[in-house]
Protein backbone atom coordinates (compact mmCIF):
# COMPACT_ATOMS: atom_id res chain seq x y z
CA UNK A 1 0.00 0.00 0.00
CA UNK A 2 1.21 3.30 -1.21
CA UNK A 3 2.07 5.62 2.18
CA UNK A 4 2.72 8.86 0.12
CA UNK A 5 -0.28 11.21 1.17
CA UNK A 6 -3.05 12.45 -1.41
CA UNK A 7 -4.51 16.25 -0.33
CA UNK A 8 -7.28 16.10 -3.13
CA UNK A 9 -9.29 13.90 -5.35
CA UNK A 10 -11.01 15.15 -8.41
CA UNK A 11 -10.41 18.79 -7.70
CA UNK A 12 -11.71 18.48 -3.95
CA UNK A 13 -10.13 18.18 -0.36
CA UNK A 14 -9.97 14.91 1.18
CA UNK A 15 -10.35 14.04 4.66
CA UNK A 16 -6.96 12.99 5.29
CA UNK A 17 -8.08 9.99 8.19
CA UNK A 18 -9.19 6.76 6.62
CA UNK A 19 -10.60 3.16 7.39
CA UNK A 20 -9.74 0.87 4.60
CA UNK A 21 -12.05 -2.52 4.23
CA UNK A 22 -9.72 -5.15 1.86
CA UNK A 23 -11.68 -8.58 1.65
CA UNK A 24 -11.83 -10.83 -1.07
CA UNK A 25 -14.30 -13.23 0.28
CA UNK A 26 -17.64 -14.31 -0.89
CA UNK A 27 -20.25 -11.66 -0.45
CA UNK A 28 -21.74 -12.22 2.99
CA UNK A 29 -17.96 -11.85 4.96
CA UNK A 30 -17.49 -9.08 2.65
CA UNK A 31 -20.54 -6.64 3.71
CA UNK A 32 -20.68 -8.10 6.98
CA UNK A 33 -16.48 -6.76 7.31
CA UNK A 34 -17.42 -3.78 5.63
CA UNK A 35 -20.19 -2.75 8.41
CA UNK A 36 -17.70 -3.19 11.18
CA UNK A 37 -15.19 -0.99 8.99
CA UNK A 38 -17.97 1.88 8.37
CA UNK A 39 -19.13 1.63 11.99
CA UNK A 40 -15.25 2.91 12.75
CA UNK A 41 -15.33 5.46 10.00
CA UNK A 42 -18.79 6.99 11.52
CA UNK A 43 -17.50 6.88 15.02
CA UNK A 44 -14.26 8.68 14.13
CA UNK A 45 -14.97 10.79 11.31
CA UNK A 46 -13.05 9.25 8.80
CA UNK A 47 -13.29 8.28 5.17
CA UNK A 48 -14.21 4.96 3.93
CA UNK A 49 -12.20 3.04 1.22
CA UNK A 50 -14.18 -0.11 0.31
CA UNK A 51 -11.13 -2.04 -1.69
CA UNK A 52 -12.27 -5.87 -3.25
CA UNK A 53 -9.32 -6.02 -5.39
CA UNK A 54 -8.13 -9.66 -5.70
CA UNK A 55 -11.88 -10.53 -5.27
CA UNK A 56 -12.72 -14.19 -5.50
CA UNK A 57 -14.98 -13.82 -8.00
CA UNK A 58 -12.88 -12.18 -10.29
CA UNK A 59 -9.69 -13.10 -12.58
CA UNK A 60 -8.67 -9.94 -12.79
CA UNK A 61 -6.51 -8.55 -9.16
CA UNK A 62 -6.57 -5.38 -10.17
CA UNK A 63 -10.01 -4.43 -10.53
CA UNK A 64 -12.09 -3.42 -7.45
CA UNK A 65 -14.88 -5.39 -7.16
CA UNK A 66 -17.81 -3.70 -5.36
CA UNK A 67 -18.07 -1.69 -8.65
CA UNK A 68 -18.13 -4.81 -10.50
CA UNK A 69 -21.20 -6.11 -8.54
CA UNK A 70 -22.98 -2.67 -6.75
CA UNK A 71 -24.27 0.62 -7.78
CA UNK A 72 -21.91 3.67 -7.17
CA UNK A 73 -21.73 5.56 -3.79
CA UNK A 74 -20.30 8.54 -2.86
CA UNK A 75 -21.27 8.58 1.13
CA UNK A 76 -23.39 6.25 3.61
CA UNK A 77 -25.12 8.06 6.48
CA UNK A 78 -22.70 11.50 6.17
CA UNK A 79 -19.60 9.22 5.64
CA UNK A 80 -17.66 9.81 2.73
CA UNK A 81 -17.24 6.65 0.64
CA UNK A 82 -14.41 5.52 -2.08
CA UNK A 83 -15.44 2.61 -3.78
CA UNK A 84 -14.22 2.62 -7.13
CA UNK A 85 -10.75 1.70 -9.30
CA UNK A 86 -9.23 4.70 -8.08
CA UNK A 87 -8.38 2.45 -5.00
CA UNK A 88 -5.47 1.39 -7.25
CA UNK A 89 -3.93 5.08 -7.71
CA UNK A 90 -4.73 6.70 -4.13
CA UNK A 91 -1.87 6.97 -1.78
CA UNK A 92 -2.94 6.58 2.11
CA UNK A 93 -1.37 8.54 4.54
CA UNK A 94 0.81 6.66 7.56
CA UNK A 95 1.51 5.80 9.90
CA UNK A 96 -0.93 3.12 9.65
CA UNK A 97 -3.04 0.62 12.33
CA UNK A 98 -2.31 -2.41 12.30
CA UNK A 99 1.75 -2.05 12.48
CA UNK A 100 2.58 -4.74 9.70
CA UNK A 101 1.53 -2.02 7.36
CA UNK A 102 3.74 0.46 7.83
CA UNK A 103 6.47 -1.57 6.47
CA UNK A 104 7.91 -0.95 3.19
CA UNK A 105 5.08 -1.32 0.43
CA UNK A 106 7.02 -4.55 -0.77
CA UNK A 107 7.03 -6.56 2.31
CA UNK A 108 3.27 -5.89 2.78
CA UNK A 109 2.63 -8.06 -0.26
CA UNK A 110 2.45 -11.27 1.38
CA UNK A 111 0.88 -11.52 4.75
CA UNK A 112 1.07 -15.33 6.21
CA UNK A 113 -2.22 -16.53 7.71
CA UNK A 114 -0.45 -16.06 11.41
CA UNK A 115 -0.20 -12.27 10.40
CA UNK A 116 -3.77 -12.30 8.85
CA UNK A 117 -5.21 -13.51 12.08
CA UNK A 118 -3.61 -11.11 14.61
CA UNK A 119 -4.42 -8.42 12.65
CA UNK A 120 -8.33 -9.75 12.89
CA UNK A 121 -7.48 -9.52 16.93
CA UNK A 122 -5.74 -6.08 16.77
CA UNK A 123 -8.87 -4.73 14.63
CA UNK A 124 -11.68 -6.20 16.73
CA UNK A 125 -10.28 -5.15 20.20
CA UNK A 126 -9.61 -1.60 18.15
CA UNK A 127 -13.24 -1.80 17.74
CA UNK A 128 -14.59 -2.65 20.39
CA UNK A 129 -12.40 -0.28 22.58
CA UNK A 130 -14.85 2.29 21.65
CA UNK A 131 -11.52 4.70 20.96
CA UNK A 132 -9.66 5.52 18.60
CA UNK A 133 -5.85 5.18 17.04
CA UNK A 134 -3.32 8.08 16.21
CA UNK A 135 -2.99 6.36 12.63
CA UNK A 136 -3.98 8.33 9.47
CA UNK A 137 -5.31 5.29 8.14
CA UNK A 138 -6.55 2.00 9.91
CA UNK A 139 -6.58 -1.00 7.07
CA UNK A 140 -9.20 -3.51 7.41
CA UNK A 141 -7.76 -6.33 6.06
CA UNK A 142 -9.51 -9.23 7.71
CA UNK A 143 -12.49 -10.82 8.91
CA UNK A 144 -14.66 -8.24 10.73
CA UNK A 145 -17.85 -10.71 11.36
CA UNK A 146 -18.95 -9.76 14.83
CA UNK A 147 -17.14 -5.98 15.00
CA UNK A 148 -20.32 -3.99 15.05
CA UNK A 149 -23.97 -3.78 16.07
CA UNK A 150 -26.29 -4.73 14.13
CA UNK A 151 -27.85 -1.85 13.29
CA UNK A 152 -24.28 -0.93 11.15
CA UNK A 153 -25.20 -3.84 9.46
CA UNK A 154 -28.44 -2.88 8.35
CA UNK A 155 -27.66 0.59 7.39
CA UNK A 156 -24.84 -1.01 4.87
CA UNK A 157 -27.63 -3.48 3.47
CA UNK A 158 -29.74 -0.88 3.37
CA UNK A 159 -27.26 1.65 1.51
CA UNK A 160 -25.59 -1.07 -0.75
CA UNK A 161 -27.06 -1.60 -3.53
CA UNK A 162 -26.59 -4.43 -6.26
CA UNK A 163 -25.62 -2.98 -9.50
CA UNK A 164 -29.61 -2.48 -11.83
CA UNK A 165 -29.00 -5.60 -13.74
CA UNK A 166 -28.57 -7.67 -11.01
CA UNK A 167 -31.49 -6.00 -9.14
CA UNK A 168 -33.88 -6.27 -12.37
CA UNK A 169 -33.04 -10.41 -11.91
CA UNK A 170 -33.50 -10.40 -8.52
CA UNK A 171 -37.18 -8.50 -9.15
CA UNK A 172 -37.89 -10.82 -12.15
CA UNK A 173 -37.25 -14.39 -10.33
CA UNK A 174 -39.01 -12.86 -7.26
CA UNK A 175 -42.51 -11.80 -9.82
CA UNK A 176 -41.98 -15.84 -11.29
CA UNK A 177 -41.84 -18.09 -8.02
CA UNK A 178 -42.09 -16.02 -5.14
CA UNK A 179 -45.00 -13.28 -6.00
CA UNK A 180 -48.39 -14.64 -4.49
CA UNK A 181 -46.74 -17.44 -1.84
CA UNK A 182 -45.09 -18.00 0.80
CA UNK A 183 -41.90 -18.88 0.73
CA UNK A 184 -40.01 -20.89 3.25
CA UNK A 185 -35.90 -19.80 1.72
CA UNK A 186 -33.53 -22.83 3.30
CA UNK A 187 -29.61 -22.11 3.03
CA UNK A 188 -26.95 -25.40 3.21
CA UNK A 189 -23.68 -24.04 2.95
CA UNK A 190 -22.16 -27.38 2.25
CA UNK A 191 -17.73 -26.66 1.33
CA UNK A 192 -18.27 -28.99 -1.57
CA UNK A 193 -14.69 -30.17 -0.50
CA UNK A 194 -13.67 -26.57 0.70
CA UNK A 195 -12.09 -26.36 4.59
CA UNK A 196 -15.06 -24.97 5.83
CA UNK A 197 -13.45 -23.85 9.38
CA UNK A 198 -16.10 -22.81 11.71
CA UNK A 199 -18.90 -24.69 9.35
CA UNK A 200 -17.21 -27.86 9.56
CA UNK A 201 -18.86 -29.15 13.24
CA UNK A 202 -22.14 -28.86 11.87
CA UNK A 203 -21.25 -31.44 9.04
CA UNK A 204 -19.38 -33.92 11.38
CA UNK A 205 -21.96 -36.37 10.67
CA UNK A 206 -23.39 -35.54 6.84
CA UNK A 207 -26.76 -37.65 7.48
CA UNK A 208 -27.33 -36.25 10.98
CA UNK A 209 -26.79 -32.76 9.46
CA UNK A 210 -29.22 -33.40 6.28
CA UNK A 211 -31.91 -35.15 9.09
CA UNK A 212 -31.81 -31.56 10.91
CA UNK A 213 -32.38 -29.72 7.90
CA UNK A 214 -35.13 -31.39 6.40
CA UNK A 215 -36.45 -31.66 10.03
CA UNK A 216 -36.46 -27.82 10.12
CA UNK A 217 -37.80 -27.38 6.68
CA UNK A 218 -40.77 -29.80 8.39
CA UNK A 219 -40.94 -27.45 10.94
CA UNK A 220 -41.30 -24.21 8.83
CA UNK A 221 -43.99 -25.92 6.75
CA UNK A 222 -45.53 -26.57 9.92
CA UNK A 223 -46.27 -22.52 10.50
CA UNK A 224 -49.49 -20.60 9.09
CA UNK A 225 -49.17 -18.66 6.77
CA UNK A 226 -51.52 -16.19 4.91
CA UNK A 227 -50.04 -18.04 1.34
CA UNK A 228 -49.45 -21.69 -0.42
CA UNK A 229 -45.91 -21.95 0.55
CA UNK A 230 -43.03 -23.11 -1.64
CA UNK A 231 -39.44 -24.10 -0.63
CA UNK A 232 -36.79 -22.46 -2.16
CA UNK A 233 -33.22 -23.66 -2.09
CA UNK A 234 -29.67 -22.02 -1.78
CA UNK A 235 -26.34 -24.47 -1.63
CA UNK A 236 -23.13 -24.75 -3.00
CA UNK A 237 -23.75 -28.28 -3.71
CA UNK A 238 -25.28 -30.40 -6.09
CA UNK A 239 -25.32 -32.94 -4.37
CA UNK A 240 -27.71 -31.23 -1.56
CA UNK A 241 -30.54 -30.19 -4.12
CA UNK A 242 -29.79 -34.25 -5.36
CA UNK A 243 -30.70 -34.91 -1.00
CA UNK A 244 -33.26 -32.70 -0.36
CA UNK A 245 -35.44 -32.68 -3.56
CA UNK A 246 -35.12 -36.54 -2.56
CA UNK A 247 -37.37 -36.06 0.18
CA UNK A 248 -39.48 -32.51 -0.84
CA UNK A 249 -40.00 -33.10 -4.64
CA UNK A 250 -42.04 -29.19 -4.68
CA UNK A 251 -38.32 -27.51 -3.82
CA UNK A 252 -37.39 -24.86 -6.06
CA UNK A 253 -34.14 -23.53 -6.55
CA UNK A 254 -32.51 -21.03 -9.12
CA UNK A 255 -29.95 -22.41 -12.11
CA UNK A 256 -26.91 -21.66 -11.45
CA UNK A 257 -22.94 -23.25 -12.76
CA UNK A 258 -21.77 -25.48 -9.82
CA UNK A 259 -18.36 -26.24 -9.53
CA UNK A 260 -17.53 -30.24 -9.80
CA UNK A 261 -18.29 -32.64 -7.09
CA UNK A 262 -15.87 -31.99 -3.89
CA UNK A 263 -13.78 -28.74 -6.28
CA UNK A 264 -14.54 -26.37 -3.57
CA UNK A 265 -17.43 -23.54 -3.20
CA UNK A 266 -19.22 -20.93 -5.35
CA UNK A 267 -17.00 -18.28 -4.68
CA UNK A 268 -14.05 -18.73 -7.24
CA UNK A 269 -12.75 -17.14 -10.05
CA UNK A 270 -12.96 -19.98 -12.23
CA UNK A 271 -16.50 -19.09 -12.46
CA UNK A 272 -16.23 -15.86 -14.16
CA UNK A 273 -18.05 -12.85 -12.63
CA UNK A 274 -21.56 -14.60 -13.30
CA UNK A 275 -20.79 -16.70 -10.12
CA UNK A 276 -20.96 -13.11 -7.82
CA UNK A 277 -23.97 -12.77 -10.18
CA UNK A 278 -25.52 -15.69 -9.27
CA UNK A 279 -24.35 -15.27 -5.30
CA UNK A 280 -25.81 -11.93 -5.12
CA UNK A 281 -29.07 -13.08 -6.92
CA UNK A 282 -29.55 -16.03 -4.42
CA UNK A 283 -28.64 -13.67 -1.37
CA UNK A 284 -31.04 -10.69 -1.62
CA UNK A 285 -33.83 -13.69 -2.67
CA UNK A 286 -32.69 -15.25 0.38
CA UNK A 287 -33.77 -12.34 2.18
CA UNK A 288 -36.99 -11.77 0.68
CA UNK A 289 -38.53 -14.68 2.31
CA UNK A 290 -41.12 -15.27 4.99
CA UNK A 291 -39.13 -17.66 6.66
CA UNK A 292 -35.47 -18.59 6.59
CA UNK A 293 -33.72 -21.58 7.61
CA UNK A 294 -29.86 -21.23 8.23
CA UNK A 295 -27.48 -24.00 8.21
CA UNK A 296 -24.92 -23.50 9.75
CA UNK A 297 -26.14 -20.44 11.12
CA UNK A 298 -22.37 -19.54 11.14
CA UNK A 299 -22.02 -18.90 6.94
CA UNK A 300 -22.17 -15.00 6.41
CA UNK A 301 -23.97 -15.56 3.53
CA UNK A 302 -26.91 -15.79 5.20
CA UNK A 303 -26.52 -13.00 7.17
CA UNK A 304 -28.34 -10.84 4.71
CA UNK A 305 -31.64 -13.19 5.97
CA UNK A 306 -30.93 -13.47 9.13
CA UNK A 307 -31.34 -9.07 9.97
CA UNK A 308 -34.82 -8.82 7.15
CA UNK A 309 -36.62 -12.26 7.27
CA UNK A 310 -39.56 -12.36 9.60
CA UNK A 311 -39.11 -15.62 10.87
CA UNK A 312 -35.60 -17.39 11.15
CA UNK A 313 -34.97 -21.15 12.08
CA UNK A 314 -31.04 -21.88 13.56
CA UNK A 315 -29.45 -24.88 14.94
CA UNK A 316 -27.36 -24.03 18.24
CA UNK A 317 -24.00 -26.18 17.90
CA UNK A 318 -24.14 -27.39 21.47
CA UNK A 319 -27.73 -28.74 21.51
CA UNK A 320 -27.47 -30.05 18.24
CA UNK A 321 -31.17 -31.97 17.92
CA UNK A 322 -32.94 -28.82 18.97
CA UNK A 323 -34.27 -25.83 16.70
CA UNK A 324 -34.26 -22.24 17.34
CA UNK A 325 -36.98 -20.61 15.92
CA UNK A 326 -36.21 -16.13 15.95
CA UNK A 327 -38.80 -14.35 15.39
CA UNK A 328 -37.77 -11.06 13.16
CA UNK A 329 -41.13 -9.87 12.75
CA UNK A 330 -40.57 -6.50 15.03
CA UNK A 331 -37.78 -5.48 13.09
CA UNK A 332 -39.12 -6.14 9.74
CA UNK A 333 -42.23 -7.67 8.02
CA UNK A 334 -42.68 -10.27 5.16
CA UNK A 335 -42.44 -8.84 1.81
CA UNK A 336 -45.57 -8.78 -0.38
Known sequence: MEKRQRQTLDGGSVNARFV???RRTGFGDCLWSLAAAWSYARRTGRTLAIDW????YLDAPLTNAFPVYFEPIQEISGVPVICDDQVNHLSFPGPFFPSWWNRPSIDCVYRPDEQIFRERDELRELLEAQGDTEANTVVCDACLMWGCDEAAERQIFESVK????IGARIEALYQEHFKGHSIIG????HGNGEDIMAHAPYWADPE???GQICEAIRKAKAIVYPRSTRVFLCTDSERVIHDLSGVFPDLFTIPKRFQAD??????SAALGVDGGFSALVEMYLLG??????????????????RLFVPRIIEFDLDYPGRLSLIDNSR??????
Open 20 to 22: VSR
Open 53 to 56: RGSC
Open 162 to 165: PKAE
Open 186 to 189: VHVR
Open 208 to 210: FAL
Open 262 to 267: GVGPLH
Open 288 to 305: RCDTAIRFPPTSAFSRYA
Open 331 to 336: ETSPTS
